[in-house]
């Protein structure tokens, strides 16, 4: 066998391993099965393309994404390793097949789905495997954010070929994930290794939103260079893009629904850069190797930790300075409860899980950066000097007394209004709505005054956050379950107040 430093030299031309590649490589030379979890950018490919050449036999790739693939294939190519894809959007699959049986290929990609047929398992029968690489090893657990059933039908396919090594790549995988990847795929638990994820120089901010447009022009006009604005619907990016080219800057629009050549067009235009600003949904970013991205910014909450911390990965992978900045609102949160409940219930608790966690790391006041990394199995500072409650503490209030005063006035109301209705009560502010609905008279009616009253907000947002309280379809607030709790068994509602900067802001007044 070749010395793998030296095809890491003559094929790739890289100095070095970087992080835990040597160790992959290592063990999978070895013939062990093997968990690679590493984070997007720290180079998960070679860890099978190295020992694809350096064994002997093809390795096959199986892999999700169908565009994915055909990435991987030209990176590949274009170091001069013999690949193909064998998919159904190739017109050239005898072509493949033939060199496959030649055993031509270092490399065959194709997807999970062609790994249950009997012919397909036939056709490998008759070339020498060296290795069966599985990207996107998370999709084959329930407890992962992408779960595709298809992955389900490689473990039979894998057992057919006991001596074949097995080693499963992915960038997103909390503990329970990996066991479940551990244990789908048959790989035995000394197995896994996982790298580092911290990303020093990006700098983690969470805000409230209070106006998206506004708030996201005062963070493009703080940072120059190249950056990502994730918005959450198709909608969203073309308003945003408008309102955003404003500014001054370029500014590209980038989801499923435009033509596809405009689609080339911006994601070319924005690659080639050096200051436009992208709003994307997040199929934009796949793919793309930028590494000057000064920022990335979500207009709205991400779909988990897991894609929080891939969509800002995306910032600043040439090792400089970048910022990640997510606003986020209650409704996002209410939302997402609504999505939960029309998944199959099977799906239910790793969904909350995942929802609670996103919970905890917009609501600390403590350094954001530890959660994410203790949310990937690492033991961080307890500071980090670069997020935003590191470098701002933001101060804490208890505020379960305005709570139990909303609360009450939810109930008293008769759980139908929505939150500025419910605030208008609380502070005694008399309408006709008020009067017509009789509910001057009720307890609650101008109950928060003072200094409170600045709580009511931020209160209504924790509530929605903590399902004390649900938004029903016409935008009305009632009782969830999380909000007997805090009304009967003296549960506790703390706030994060947002750093003097962010209040100085908000005084600002823009509309
Ligand atoms: P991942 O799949 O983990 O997101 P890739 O395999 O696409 O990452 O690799 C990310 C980038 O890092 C690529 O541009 C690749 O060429 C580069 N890279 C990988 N390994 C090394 C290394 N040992 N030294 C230098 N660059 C590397
Ligand atoms: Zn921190």
């Not at 070929?161 to 994930?177: I, K, N, W």
């Not at 008020?434 to 928060?448: D, Y």
Request: aromatic share 6%.
């Amino acid at each position: 066998m070749i010395d793998p430093a030296e095809i890491l030299h003559r094929t790739f031309g890289f100095v070095d391993f970087r992080g835990v590649q040597r160790q992959v490589v290592d063990r999978v030379l070895e013939g062990r099965h093997t968990l690679a979890v590493m984070p997007t950018g720290a180079g998960k490919s070679l860890c099978y393309q190295l020992p694809a050449l350096a064994m002997e036999g093809t390795c096959l790739v199986v892999s999700p994404l169908i565009a994915l693939m055909h990435d991987q294939l030209r990176a590949a190519e274009a170091v001069g390793i013999r690949a193909a894809t064998l998919t159904s959007a190739d017109d050239n699959r005898d072509e493949t097949i033939q060199r496959f049986r030649a055993g031509a290929l270092d490399l065959l990609y194709v997807a999970p789905e062609r790994a249950s047929g009997e012919g397909f398992r036939n056709l490998l029968r008759q070339t020498p495997l060296s290795l069966f690489a599985i990207d996107e090893a998370h999709c084959v657990s329930e407890w992962g954010h992408d779960f595709r059933p298809d992955y389900r039908l490689l473990r039979p396919l894998l057992d057919s070929f006991p001596e074949v090594p097995r080693l499963a790549l992915t960038a997103t995988a909390d503990a329970h994930t990996r066991a479940d990847i551990l244990e789908q795929l048959g790989i035995p638990a000394d197995g896994l290794i996982v790298a580092g994820f911290d990303r020093p120089n990006i700098r983690y901010a969470i805000t409230p939103r209070e106006n998206t447009t506004r708030q996201i022009i005062d963070l493009i006009a703080e940072q120059p260079g190249p950056g990502i604005v994730y918005a959450q619907t198709r909608n969203g990016v073309e308003t945003l893009a408008e309102k955003l080219a404003a500014t001054g800057r370029t500014v590209l629009a980038y989801h499923a629904g435009l033509d596809p050549a405009v689609r080339r067009r911006n994601q070319a235009a924005f690659v080639a850069s050096e200051d436009a600003v992208v709003v994307a949904t997040i199929a934009f970013g796949m793919g793309i190797d930028k590494p000057d991205v000064r920022f990335v910014a979500h207009a709205g909450l991400p779909k988990s930790i897991e894609a929080y911390y891939q969509e800002t990965g995306r910032a600043g992978r040439d090792g400089d300075p970048a910022v990640a900045h997510l606003f986020w609102g209650a409704d996002d949160f209410a939302r997402a409860r609504q999505r939960i409940a029309e998944v199959e219930p099977a799906r239910h608790a790793g969904e909350r899980a995942r929802l609670n966690a996103l919970g905890a790391l917009v609501e600390t006041a403590g350094c954001r950066r530890r959660i994410l990394l203790k949310h990937f199995g690492e033991d961080p500072p307890e500071t980090c000097g670069n997020c935003d409650n590191c470098l701002s503490p933001p101060g804490a209030v208890d505020a379960t007394v305005v709570a139990q005063k909303f609360l009450s006035a939810v109930f008293r109301t008769g759980q139908m209004f929505g939150t500025g209705y419910v605030e208008s009560i609380l502070l005694g502010q008399s309408s006709e709505r008020s009067l017509m609905n009789g509910h001057e008279s009720l307890s609650v009616f101008g109950i928060v005054e003072g200094d409170e009253a600045a709580l009511i907000k931020p209160v209504a947002r924790a509530l929605l956050l903590r399902d004390a309280l649900r938004a029903n379809a016409h935008g009305g607030l009632e009782f969830g379950p999380g909000a007997r709790p805090i009304l009967k068994e003296g549960a506790r509602v703390e706030l994060v107040l947002p750093p003097k900067r962010e209040r100085r802001r908000k005084g600002r007044g823009t509309g």
